[in-house]
Each structure stands twice: as structure tokens, then as C-alpha cells.
């Protein structure tokens, strides 16, 4: 199995997504990976961007990168997250916040294919995002999308 040096973890702006932040942090420390957290709720409307776009503002591109910290989760609306961040942080990982323009599994099975060594982490059964055929996709039980904590 090659090396994992990027951990991807579903997560959202609510806590159906906790068991996954909890085992993607510990992945992530075991491996010595960075954690990127995949705002699954970030695109709300096809016709929305959930960052600043070329669009909206100028010099943007420069400015915001796909790796988001709390600060640039915060000033894009995204709080939930940027505290997910922060604690995965607080737990010594290097954690990032990713918030896709498009919503769902391509823009996911895209963004891992750009990072080398990538591992995915999902809840199993999830019908947005049907990762069963994806080599770098972990899927957990159903029980650890719900679990809370």
C-alpha cells in the first residue's frame, strides 16, 4: 500500500459527519498526513461559489487557495468548519478545510486524484457520494456518520 500523506474527510456544518473528523484525525496522526476536511454542505446552489471567484472579486485566484485555514474558512462564512479545523489542529494535525465549488462525488474522486498519495474518508452508504469503486476511498460503517461527540 503506498504511503498516505493526505487524509480527505467528509465532514459538514453539522455532526452527522463526527465519526468520520474522529477517525480521519486519527488516520492522519498515524500516517503523519496532513487532514484536509471536505465541506460537503459548502456549495448550497449550483449558481454559488463558496469562496470569492474571479467573478466577485479581483485578485482572488492569488489569494485563495483549495487549503483553507480558520481564518479563511471564517471571512468565507464556513465557522462550523473552521472549528473543525481548529480542533483537528489542536490535536497536532495539520488540518486544512477544503470548500468545493461543485457539490458532490466527481468534484471529491477529482480532488484526490490531484494529490498523490491520498486517502479518502467517507461514510459507507452515503447515496451523494457512492465511493465504493474509488481505490482511495475508505468507507466507514453507517453507525460512524452518526456517531456523535
Not at 452527522?16 to 500516517?31: H, L, M, Q, S
Not at 459548502?42 to 470569492?52: M, Q, T
Not at 470548500?99 to 459507507?124: F, I, M
Amino acid at each position: 500500500m503506498a504511503d498516505v500523506r493526505t487524509v480527505i474527510a467528509v465532514t459538514g456544518e453539522d455532526d452527522r459527519y463526527a465519526g468520520v473528523r474522529r477517525a480521519a484525525i486519527e488516520r492522519a496522526r498515524d500516517e503523519r498526513a496532513t487532514l484536509i476536511l471536505y465541506d460537503l454542505d459548502a456549495v448550497e446552489s449550483p449558481l454559488e461559489s463558496p469562496v470569492p471567484t474571479g467573478w466577485s472579486a479581483e485578485g482572488t485566484e492569488e489569494d485563495v487557495g483549495d487549503r483553507l485555514g480558520p481564518e479563511e474558512l471564517e471571512a468565507a462564512g464556513r465557522e462550523v468548519i473552521a472549528r473543525q479545523v481548529e480542533e483537528a489542529r489542536g490535536a497536532g494535525i495539520d488540518a486544512w478545510g477544503w470548500l468545493p465549488s461543485d457539490k458532490g462525488r466527481d468534484a471529491l474522486v477529482q480532488y484526490a486524484a490531484r494529490l498523490p498519495g491520498s486517502r479518502v474518508l467517507a461514510p459507507a452508504g452515503d447515496p451523494d457520494l457512492d465511493l465504493e469503486d474509488l481505490p482511495e476511498a475508505e468507507l466507514l460503517p453507517e453507525d460512524t456518520r452518526a456517531a456523535s461527540g
